[in-house]
């Protein structure tokens, strides 16, 4: 029976969902989640993690991983007695598991921050505020990733 | 090398403003193999300071994941009029700067 574009779209849009494109053969090295964990303790060390007042906006599906547009957002009033000491940024699947370390203070008057990154492969992108208390905030997101980035041979 | 610095000439003080840099840089990872098979040596920009009158207001500690030609948008308070300087430094000695003024009225 000749499959029907609708049973092919279908199978298509399983496959991206799942993240399974084989787009990447080369990987020397790739952060696995021991290492994303490692990454993560070595700026909270013992502190616990809790979930909230941070956002990340990025788009959920990208075509390129090699400029992924990002934006990192913390519910915070930014003042002298309550405010955003620094923001970092992780991936789960990359040659290495840290993005960026971004650093502010109560005068940086709002907690966000932007950039572009590059995404070796479908995963999860997780950020994690230190507020001036010494409480740390985290907030996790998937990443669909068709083409990869870092690790493509040099032309 | 060349960097675009966006931040507003004026201001109200007490005002958030944004500030936006783009500079040029290759951002080499140091995963990536020539067809050869030969590792490419990483070079890229791992710290970017920004100075409002010489008092540092933003810093980044920068990753090989972080996308070629750096862009960063951060957030400041305008609270005097002044300079704000622009630091990149990386591998290989890399150092750049750039600056912008501010009236804040």
């Known amino acids: 029976m000749p499959t029907t574009r609708r049973q092919f779209l279908g199978i298509a849009g399983g496959i991206t969902v799942a993240g399974t494109i084989p787009i990447v053969t080369l990987r020397p090295l790739e952060a696995t989640p021991a290492m994303l964990n490692t990454a993560i303790r070595n700026v909270v060390g013992e502190a616990q993690l809790r979930i909230g007042k941070v956002k990340i906006d990025i788009p959920p599906l990208v075509e390129n991983g090699n400029t992924v547009p990002m934006t990192v957002s913390v519910a915070s009033p930014m003042t002298a007695d309550d405010y955003v000491k620094s923001i970092h940024v992780f991936n789960e699947k990359n040659p290495q598991p840290n993005i960026g370390n971004f650093y502010l203070n109560p005068s940086s008057g709002r907690a966000q921050i932007s950039t572009r990154i590059r995404l070796a492969d479908t995963q999860k992108v997780v950020a994690i505020a230190r507020l001036s208390d010494d409480s740390f905030w985290q907030v996790a997101t998937e990443v669909v990733v068709t083409l990869a980035a870092c690790t493509e041979e040099v032309n | ?105």
């Open chain 2, 1 to 105: 090398m060349a960097a675009l610095i966006n931040v507003p000439t004026k201001a109200k003080r007490g005002d958030v403003i944004e500030i936006r840099t783009l500079t040029s840089h290759i951002m080499e990872t140091g995963f990536r193999r020539t067809m050869g098979g030969a590792l490419v040596p990483r070079d890229i920009i791992t710290t970017f300071t920004c100075r409002y009158n010489g008092t540092e207001i933003f810093r980044a500690d920068l990753f090989p994941a972080i996308a070629a030609n750096p862009y960063l948008s951060f957030f400041t308070v305008a609270k005097e009029s002044g300079k704000f300087e622009f630091e990149w430094i990386g591998d290989n000695g890399y150092s750049s700067t750039a600056s912008a003024s501010i009236t804040v009225e």
